[in-house]
């Protein structure tokens, strides 16, 4: 029960995506290039922390804006996601973290339940964070919920700066991802739900 991995590839119109990832990923670095650095930088701190592998190369339309891209990485990931974690016997199910970065501070909480619902709750000083609309920042982790079928509750509770906020966020995600795929001793092989399927 462990080299957990999902490979997919998505092709639209929009975009073209690759994507591999490794949920027991120790010791494996992360190879990811989606045409908009910041996102990137973003990505790879959610991969650093959460001890996941990443590997993502994308070509969007970003001629038009970086909507589709960011949507569309949101859908794949949270499509290998489930993919990665199969029938979700003996995991955690939930994970919770709280990140500081300076005056920044983010709580993300998770439930791997296959109901997907994203709470977010983020005000964001400035309208945008490495040439980015802050907005996409949302558009990314809704397709990541609607396609892995999780919950997820967002919460920026301080921020003074875009990237300190939204890289505590990505962190914190990270963190809280890690604690719900992880093996829980007590569960076993069975599956965390009364209902005896996630």
Do not use: Y
């Not at 670095?29 to 592998?53: E, K, V, W, Y």
């Amino acid at each position: 029960m462990d080299n957990r991995k999902a490979t997919l590839e998505r092709n639209t119109k929009e975009t073209q995506i690759r994507l591999t990832l490794a949920l027991d990923a120790t010791g494996q670095t992360s190879d990811i290039s989606t045409g908009l650095p910041f996102f990137d930088h973003m990505l790879n701190a959610f991969a650093r922390h959460g001890h996941f592998a990443l590997g993502l190369q994308v070509k969007g339309d970003l001629e038009v804006d970086a909507h589709h891209t960011m949507e569309d990485v949101g859908l794949a990931l949270g499509q290998a996601l489930k993919e990665g974690l199969g029938d979700k016997r003996g995991i955690t199910r939930f994970g919770s973290a709280l990140v500081p970065l300076d005056e920044s501070l983010a709580r993300v909480v998770i439930d791997l339940s296959g109901r997907p619902f994203l709470g977010w709750r983020a005000a964001f000083p400035q309208e945008t964070a490495g040439g980015v609309s802050v907005r996409m920042f949302h558009e990314f982790f809704q397709g990541l919920v609607n396609a892995a079928g999780m919950t997820l509750h967002a919460d920026l509770l301080f921020c003074e700066e875009n990237h300190h906020g939204l890289e505590a966020m990505f962190k914190a995600f990270g963190r809280a991802l890690r604690q719900a795929v992880d093996f829980d001793p007590c569960v076993g092989d069975a599956v965390p739900s009364t209902k005896g399927i996630l």
